[in-house]
């Protein structure tokens, strides 16, 4: 029973998620508290780069990398595509899911009336499950089908 949950592709894709959601907000908060120490960063005068944003840069950054390793050599470990394409593709996608993300949560927000904890929750899942069918089928796809059966 455990060894089939673990062989099993999305309980490893979710793990990895889960893994780099910690990743990035633990980050988050060493980079917002003490590294920036909440204040926030001059960039081209008048533009200012808040602490809460610069935070949110770097450890969203940190979460994206973690999971794109784990997903790389834990979950989609079959696919024959050059590792600089793989991340390429996985950027690609994580931009896609990103802005889905922002549309659908005010879609459930704004349209639906739902709250938004919940609206998250039902966001992450919908779109992580379609987040898991794009990296299987584009990120990290199999091109070369014959040669990896044995």
């Known amino acids: 029973m455990i060894r089939r949950v673990i062989n099993n592709k999305i309980v490893r894709y979710f793990f990895s998620a889960g893994i780099a959601t910690v990743v990035d907000v633990t980050v988050y908060f060493v980079t917002f508290n003490y590294i920036l120490q909440k204040q926030d960063l001059p960039f081209i005068d008048p533009l200012v780069i808040t602490a809460p944003i610069g935070s949110l840069v770097v450890s969203y950054s940190c979460g994206l990398m973690t999971n794109f390793i784990i997903t790389k050599y834990m979950v989609f470990t079959e696919s024959d595509l050059r590792g600089r394409h793989q991340l390429l593709r996985y950027l690609q996608v994580a931009a896609i899911i990103l802005v889905l993300n922002y549309f659908f949560m005010k879609f459930l927000i ?30 990290f796809k199999v091109v070369n089908k014959s040669e990896n059966i044995s």
């Open 110 to 139: 704004h349209i639906l009336e739902w709250y938004p904890t919940i609206s998250r929750i039902v966001s992450a899942l919908t779109i992580g499950m379609l987040s898991f069918l794009f990296h299987k089928f584009y990120s």
